[in-house]
């Protein structure tokens, strides 16, 4: 064994140094990052569990690693044979007519074999041992190398894994051609390589150097990062990108990109370069403003290090579309007053700032005409501080260079901006002070008093001028006026004295134009130095706005508000049903903060063409201030038929506790109140008939009860008394939730049942009553008919019975279970008896049946079972099985010992076509004299275990006197005292010598939205080794964003954690680590992980709505999905734009949004579009949200 190790340590060596050139090739063409998906496969030589010199922290955080391409040469299908075989393999075993080259072989009385440290001719062929390849690379099974070309032996990862294996025969030059492209480049992060960044692909014999202890090997070809390291160096990575890429600069995801001391360099093989997908040199890069932050991988080379790391960063990507200049329009010579221009940018992806732009761009400034100087803005290289210089038109341009790059395109990475500017000797004004002159009649302001209109620079409130419109009809003039002051203003030069005003009033008139959002509410008319507000006898409000006349184009804002206390008619059309007690709301609001205390309804009299108090209609308040509609009840006797009468509302209103003026006061609004006459009524439809075979016990009918209108209660009542015959009842309440009415059968009986059967049995009729909300009374009785019928609904399972003639056993025991899995017991009412010919039936004591069976084959027979609980009999169908070929079951026909470490496997077996148990003692295991002979020397143990039908082989040490090939074990056993034999079962056992591979294969996918809901599910496949998935733990640089689990079958679940901040469509690389219930532990290939958004369809409460401008009520907007998806909103927000201004939305909960009108906002009537963002949980980052409209009237 020392001279193996030794040996092994060797090839280690030679393999480190010849592995650099294929290394460096890999490097320098680029690697093959395409991964097998949800549903691809993935395979890796297992970890054998050895020491190895990281800590279980480290093993578990350690990133995704590449390494570089191995050569060696699968050995074929069957070199691994039993009794009768030969093979060509290290460790083989041979039996007593078998024969093999390889080392430390042993032989029979008649083998024959070679063995010892075998080399390769010149054409690559050789025996087993520690072979080197010849010039062609190719090798036999051992401690195998690559080739010159560097090429390996691999498999396709998209095949089965039958496919994976090479046939006996078979030429395998096309294996040994692969690149390691073909192979797939991951390797398995727990087990140590000597051999730089060479890859271990699937299914190729692995070097000794691999299995050996850690402290046997080289610490320089063992070294891995830390934790620490990696932290370190993912720090150092995020610091390149703290500032955006401009695609403008860099199209392509290059590797520019990185610091060039950081950058990757071929001489030295270490640095920074990024990953690319198979066969790409360059990603392009894309600014998009639904994805400004990006991620992509980099990888970190360095040939200190076995392996190369793969780290996620994040780039903030942007694309400047357009460069703007703006600044001061106008100057002037009078006075030391300066403007300012700047840089502003427009750009798709992620948000420039402004230290972002001055990082960025090269500027250089020029006026057109030198009327104007350009100074520097205390180092803020994309402003300028304007001066004026002399009168008269200038320009002022920039010529803008994008840095980092060489050549310079227009509008790509050169961009020119200018704009005009004037410079005048005059004063000119930047600032108006408007004050208005209060009055007591209308107004909210002291009469003979200035009030300041300005708007609030910490809330950006406008001021408001408040008119009371009752007090406004109330004065003679046909409008009201308000008189306004304007005075020019500057700004203050004298900044030091804190106690200052910002601005200066200018000796020179205010030179301005006024506008207003709607005239037809108020506005202001200038006459010479006179500036009048007019205010119109109408509720509303208008936004007034000054705006200088001359260049610098300065404005000045304020609020008119009209209040209108006179309520609001919501509804003018409704509809009273003589018979209903509860009324209909009114639907009246009150307008700009009043209160409505009394409402009455006054009615048109032809007569008189007047409106006058109506006696026939009456309104009530209620606690909550609102008011309803009813009709008087003393006088709807005189309504007989349906008619509808033309009304109108006169109000009370009060604000601040006080009568508004012109209160009370009819309301101009005409409403139409119409009195209906009929009956409210409904149907009743049966939806589960009345089944009555269960008799008393029978599960009662079920009826349907519908109608235009609220259905409080229902009533039946049997048509007459019908003593002690059976008849139909109500079972239970009506429950107005379901809309169902429930109906049973009383005094029902197995002689009697049959009454109810009859179409025109009088116990099957009642009379049916309701109760509909807001009315006092039931509905007259109506009759109706039950709907019965008598059908058999009792399920029942019987379990299969078996007998054996031969033995004399021809009875056995039904187990019976009812629909919910309890036992049946039989009583002595109950009668039982054969349908089948040949069967008899028994009623034991215990409750139960003994069926006796005289036929000769297995058949399904029927038996008749009568009992009191039933009105009509039930049929049981029993399967006998008439022993005669009884078997061993075991689910896997071979099993596998590997002798890389030692392990045991256990196989469970079952009784097939019987339900006897073996008997004691009949039961032997026997293995091939090969196997036996393992079995006498120490190298395996197998165990039989009778009682708990299992049996158990153990390999009991790794030496390679455990010899690779196929063995078996032949299984015997007998039932009821040997009358049964149980047919032979031979079972191969297989001791193989190769690492152990697996394959995963993926089925479903990952929905973002329901994290909790969707998952992938593998199921792994194992070769050279057998065993149950007792652990799973996720690998990678992305593992903690995934969580594992296991499933049924051995299935591994994987899903995305709750909170991880996944991107939809994003591939994720993941590698599974797998603990077996024998202690291997294996990791996988590396499996691509590609979640999804799956939308669920969006619905909402309302698509239009309407807001009263006086009555600025909260409304409900509430989004929903289906109650069947498990997708649940998150946040739902509105877009700003141009009508959104008008609006608060807040976000509530569940999808609901309290939508109002904006405090202070003047908004005019008319119809305005709201768009609404849904996001959901779990979503994507950079996933554009859902999408929701809705249409509000203003009135």
Known sequence: MKRRLLTGLLCCCLIFQTAASPVLAAETAGYNTDMPDEGASGEVVLDTGLPDSRTQEEDQDTPQVLSGEESSLEPSEGDFQDENGSGSAEGDFQDENGSGSAEGDSQDENGSGTAGDDYQDENGSGTAGEDTPGESGSGSAGDDSQGEDGSASSEDDTKEIEDSQPVQGENLEEDETKTSDEAGLEQNPDISSDKGDESQTPEEKTGESELMPSDMQSADTERKY?????????????????????????????????????????????GWSWKHEDGVKALALTASDSAPEQIYTAVYRDPAYSEVLELPVGLAVSRINKLMLTGDKCLTLSGNYKGSCEIEAVTTGYEVTRKDLEDLLQIEW??????????????????????????????????????????????????????????????????????????????????????????????????????????????????????????????????????????????????????????????????????????????????ITAT???????????????????????????????????????????????????VKVLEYDSDIKDYTESSLFKTVREEDGKFRLFLDGGETGRITKKKSFNCKLEATVQCGGKDVPNSPMRLNSKIKITVDTARPTATIKAVDKLNIFRLENSEPGSYSISSKYEVEDVIWEPSVDMGDKPYIAQAKKYD??????????????????????????????????????????YSAPVKCTADVVCKADAEYAVEDISVCPGAGTISGILEITDSED????????????????GVETDLLRNGKIELTYTGTASKTVKVRWESPMYASAVTLSVKVNVLKNVAFAVKNSTVILNTTMKNKVSIPFEIAGCDYPLDEGSFTVTPSPALARLKTSGVVAINQYEEDQRIDIELLTEDEGAWAGDYSLKLKGTVEEGAVKVADKVLTVRIADKMPTVRVTGKGSINLLDRENTKITYKPSFTDISGVVEDVELLGTCADYFAAELGDEGNILVSADESAPLRAGTKYQLKMRLTLDNGYKVTTKAVTVTPKEKFPKLTANMRKA???????????????????????IKDVLMVADKKSVYFDCDYDDDGRVIVALREGGAVKKGTYSLKFQVYYDGMGISSRPATARLSVAVK
């Open 548 to 598: 200088s006349k001359d260049k610098k184009k300065y404005t000045q804002t304020f609020i008119v508000r009209v209040l209108d206390y006179t309520p609001i008619v919501g509804t003018t059309s409704f509809t009273l049903n003589k018979y209903r007690e509860t009324g209909e709301d009114l639907n009246l609001l009150a307008a700009d903060g009043s209160e409505i205390i009394d």
């Open 1106 to 1128: 309407t807001i009263y401008r006086f009555h600025p009520k909260d409304m409900v907007y509430q989004v929903s999905v289906p109650e069947t998806s498990e997708v649940r």
């Open 366 to 543: 020029k006026s057109s005409k030198g009327l104007v100087s350009l100074e520097a803005a205390d180092g803020n290289t994309i402003k300028r501080n304007i001066a004026p210089v002399s009168p008269g038109s200038d320009t002022i341009s920039a010529t803008i260079l994008l840095n980092g790059t060489d050549t310079y395109k227009k509008n790509v990475t050169k961009f020119t901006c200018s704009y005009k500017i004037t410079v005048t000797d005059q004063v000119i004004a930047d600032h108006f002070d408007i004050t208005v002159l209060g009055s007591d009649a209308y107004t909210n302001l002291k009469a003979d008093e200035d009030y300041s209109l300005k708007t609030d620079r910490e809330t950006d409130d406008l001021s408001e001028i408040l008119i009371d419109l009752d007090a406004l009809k109330n004065t003679s003039d046909k409008t009201g006026t308000m008189d306004l002051r304007i005075v020019a203003q500057k700004r203050s030069d004298n900044k030091q004295d804190e106690d200052s005003k910002p601005y200066e009033d200018l000796d020179i008139p205010a030179s301005v134009n006024w506008s207003s959002s709607d005239s037809g509410i108020a506005s202001v008319r200038q006459t010479g130095d006179q500036h009048v507000l007019t205010i119109r006898k109408k509720g509303g409000a208008a936004v």
């Open 736 to 777: 107005p939730a379901t809309g169902r009415l429930y109906l049973c059968a009383r005094n029902v009986t197995k002689e009697n049942y049959t009454e109810l059967l009859r179409s025109k049995y009088e116990g099957k009729a009642g009379y049916v009553s309701f109760l509909f909300k807001g009315y006092k009374d």
């Open 822 to 837: 309890r036992p049946v017991r039989f009583h002595d009412e109950d009668y039982v008896e054969p349908v089948t010919a």
């Open 226 to 270: 830390t934790w620490e390291e990696i932290r370190k160096l993912q720090a150092l990575l995020n610091g390149f990108f703290e500032k955006p890429v401009y695609t403008n600069v860099t199209p392509e995801l290059s590797d520019a990109l990185f610091p060039s001391e950081h950058r990757y360099n071929a001489s030295t093989q270490k």
